[in-house]
């Protein structure tokens, strides 16, 4: 970085913000453009715009930030940070489809939620080979591991997964995290109804429905909603989600409530932006605590400037809007933001905002005054949408209902045709506020300093104190040097905010946001279930459309903490519950555990002594081998040596030896005189010189065809019956008598790493303290919130 462009970053973000400085150069900046050439790219000309930047009063999205302008040397990137991809229906077509949209909006930059309430539940008949489907959720592993494998400039794409809660399938949704291996890159939502809230608070039962098009097969369950409830709860106190979605208030509060031509289909990663089909989230945050001025010695919020950005950031956002039209990956996402015109703009530095006031955060005053602000936000941002459509014209799909919305009567008391369809959210802005030095989203202040710790050059330990900025330069101010007890109780951190208050501002903000808002709870590890059962409650009755909760220590390791105190002991199972998602690969002497969801292919192999079937069994959505097994056939040799190399062949593949390796050493193995003799004689053996080596080379053929035709759906040689509605591979049985066998290689293994009982699952029990999630970039903890993890020390973010 050449010194004048350093000169002008630290002039605005900071002379000691290298974290901010990094963030810019690493993040945002495009071929070592300069300072002020990067302003120009990202301003797109609009004067306005730039003096909003310049003075951090505002700024666009991280994905207008980093691309915006750069099509112009052939760049394939997206302006919008997220999409909402048309939700699958009920066939596999469409299944895999969705799966392909997935990957291409992927490849443009954009996270993505796609709702599967449309398909069938588990056991609904179908009309093939499988006889009966293997239910929704099967099929969240294949959009899961499609985010996984595309690349977006060094990270992965974030990805919502939601269903609703009238889906017979719901309870199987909910607990799927308890499986730490399954579906780890997306997160989960349910979409939750006023009627089923009520049924939980009167303990009464509930229907769960699925009308099946196809067949006209209707599937019902009933429930004791509290039951339920009671588990969803459990699964946020131990796992930390899935998170609920208020459906109905997503449905009834914003500025097409009224319009019968709308429908919402889904939400973005973070849940702050519900879209209709194809919808995407274009995002642009404006700072509260740069509004804040001193008068005659008092700090005041400055509304008449608040206001005069909130109305060139709307035509930002829509001059934005227009130029990026073309670059969105598939037509319906074209089409769909040109019918509706969606931008979200939201606001960041609300804490920073409160202390700079001597406000304390959830208290009422700091209610009183975000409940003025928002009112302003939302008038403002309405009166500015119409500006635009007196100049450009209304979005195409505009209807006079709009002005019958509840949000829009509450905000403005003038009828004119509008721009946009929906215009405000609050987003995470993990990075971006990281970048700027101040508070994310909604979110208070996580902590006031944080502990890090360092080897000097001699090799003894030390440790420091990183403070938030807004903190540090209170005590710079006053002389008090690091001495974080000289701070004014209004310096309050999340831990110390009871989570109604919390609840209170969000609901304060929701009544003047017509999208959502993206917000994590974060709660301490003494936290209890019922702690969470009064959370969830509360944010219905206030109003909210989604809040997220995370407790301390729970077992997605999602939670930054500040307490140091050591490690306490932990069983066997509750280390390789923990243990289980490190991504460093496997551990000496780990053996995973497998999915009954396998696809299975056999070879009948011919021997010395008779035949036999080798028979190798795959993960049915990577192709990973992962069980083998072998069933006798006509006097096919011994029995015991054939059932020793299956089980040690299994236990390879489980163990993570790749499956080369294993069919290097068995084709290695020396020639067998009846082999030999039987080839000579019948000319009929299989390839290979012994049992172990024609087991080999069939394993090898084996994993050749699997990747050939993973995907395919059509009977291949008769080795495998496909289930053509919902990709589910049943495995023929050839052997009636090796079923018992089967069962016990693959479920009695005492290498497997045990799983929790159905007994214990929802029991309310003390975590172990175990390690916290650390940044992959520089290895300081991580922070979680409105579902980014963060990193403070360097502004690596992940919607995970």
């Known amino acids: 970085m050449d010194d004048i462009t350093r000169k002008r970053l630290k002039e605005w973000l900071g002379e000691e913000n290298q974290i901010g400085i990094d963030i810019w150069e690493k993040k945002y900046r495009y071929n070592n453009e300069s300072f002020d050439e990067w302003v120009d790219r990202v301003s797109g000309g609009d004067a306005d715009i730039k003096e909003l930047i310049l003075s951090k009063k505002f700024l666009f999205a991280g994905r207008i930030l980093s691309n915006r302008g750069t099509q112009k040397d052939g760049r394939k990137v997206t302006y919008s940070n997220c999409y909402v991809i048309p939700p699958p229906e009920d066939s596999l077509e469409s299944i895999f489809d969705c799966a392909k949209n997935l990957a291409r909006t992927f490849s443009y930059g954009g996270g993505c939620g796609i709702d599967i309430s449309k398909l069938s539940p588990k056991g609904a008949h179908i009309n093939n080979a499988a006889k009966e489907t293997s239910g929704a959720v099967s099929f969240m592993d294949l959009y899961s591991l499609t985010t996984e494998l595309i690349g977006q400039n060094g990270r992965r794409g974030a990805l919502m997964i939601s269903i609703s809660c009238d889906h017979p399938d719901i309870e199987d949704f909910m607990i799927i995290k308890s499986n730490l291996d399954k579906i780890t890159k997306a997160n989960l939502s349910i979409r939750v109804t006023d009627k089923f809230m009520r049924a939980v608070e009167n303990d009464s039962t509930y229907t769960l429905s699925f009308t099946r098009e196809e067949t006209g097969e209707e599937i019902k369950k009933t429930i004791r909603a509290r039951e339920l409830f009671d588990k969803f709860c459990y699964m946020n106190w131990d796992y930390g989600e899935p998170a609920f979605l208020f459906w109905d208030r997503v449905k009834s509060y914003n500025l097409l409530s009224e319009d019968d031509a709308f429908e919402y289909a889904g939400v973005n990663p973070c849940a702050e932006e519900p879209l209709p089909s194809g919808g995407s989230c274009l995002l642009g945050s404006l700072n509260l605590s740069a509004f804040v001025r001193t008068i005659n010695g008092q700090p005041q919020f400055d509304m008449d400037e608040f206001r005069h950005a909130v109305t060139v950031a709307v035509w930002g956002l829509n001059d934005v809007l227009d130029e990026g039209l073309s670059l969105h990956p598939l037509d319906v996402q074209r089409s769909s ?18 202390i700079k006031l001597g406000i304390t955060y959830g208290s009422e005053e700091s209610l009183e005054l975000c409940d003025n602000i928002g009112w302003n936000l939302a008038n403002q941002a309405l009166t500015a949408s119409m500006s635009v459509a007196k100049q450009r014209g209304e979005y195409p799909m505009f209807s006079d209902k709009v002005w019958d919305s509840e949000f829009y009567k509450k905000h403005i008391g003038i009828t004119a045709p509008l721009r946009n369809s929906q215009l405000l959210t609050i987003a995470p802005t993990g990075t971006l506020s990281t970048m700027l030095g101040i508070s994310g989203g909604v979110e208070p202040i996580f902590a006031n300093y944080y502990t890090r710790r360092t080897e000097s050059l001699h090799g003894e330990e030390k440790e420091y104190k990183i403070f938030t ?46 999208a959502s808002i993206s917000s994590t709870v974060n709660l301490p590890n003494s936290a209890t279930i019922d702690d969470v059962k009064d959370l ?265």
Not at 337 to 354: C, F, H, N
Request: with cysteine; charged share 30%.
């Open 469 to 514: 900025p807004i903190a540090w330069e209170y005590l710079k101010e006053h002389k008090y040097g690091e001495d974080e007890t000289k701070l004014p109780s209004y310096f309050i951190t999340s831990a110390n905010i009871p989570y109604r208050n919390r609840i209170d501002m969000q609901a304060t903000w929701q009544r003047h946001i017509d």
């Open 536 to 800: 969830y409650m509360y944010a219905w009755k206030q109003g909210l459309k989604g809040i997220t909760v995370f407790r301390d220590g729970c077992k997605r390791l999602g939670i930054l903490t500040t307490d140091d105190s050591k490690k306490t002991d932990i069983t066997d199972k509750e280390i390789q519950e923990s243990l289980a998602k490190i991504p460093t690969g496997f551990r000496r002497g780990d053996i995973i555990d497998v999915s009954d969801d396998l696809i299975g292919y056999k070879r009948k192999i011919v021997n010395g002594c008779g035949d036999f079937s080798e028979q190798i069994f795959f993960d049915d959505f990577t192709g990973e081998p992962l069980e083998n097994f072998i069933a006798m056939g006509d006097g096919g040799g011994c029995a015991r040596n054939l059932e020793a190399i299956s089980r040690l062949i299994s236990l390879c593949l489980r163990g993570g030896i790749d499956v080369s390796e294993v069919i290097k050493q068995l084709k290695k193995v020396h020639s067998c005189p009846a082999y030999r003799a039987r080839k000579i004689q019948h000319k009929d053996t299989s390839i290979g010189t012994s049992c172990p080596s024609a087991i080999g080379y069939a394993i090898e053929e084996l994993c050749n065809k699997i990747n050939e035709r993973l995907f395919d759906g059509t009977d291949v040689d008769g080795d495998f019956i496909y289930d053509d509605s919902d990709h589910n591979m049943m495995i023929e049985s050839w052997y009636e008598d090796s079923k018992s066998e089967v069962e016990d290689l693959t479920t009695k293994s005492k290498f497997i790493i045990p799983t929790t009982t159905e007994d214990d699952r929802f029991k309310e029990r003390p975590l172990p303290n175990i390690t916290k999630p650390t940044c992959p970039e520089c290895g300081e903890p991580l922070i979680f919130e409105g579902g980014c993890n963060i990193c403070k020390a360097c502004g690596w973010s992940k919607c995970d």
């Open 337 to 354: 933001v040109r019918d509706w015109r969606q931008i979200g703009l939201g606001i960041m530095g609300l804490a920073d905002m409160l």
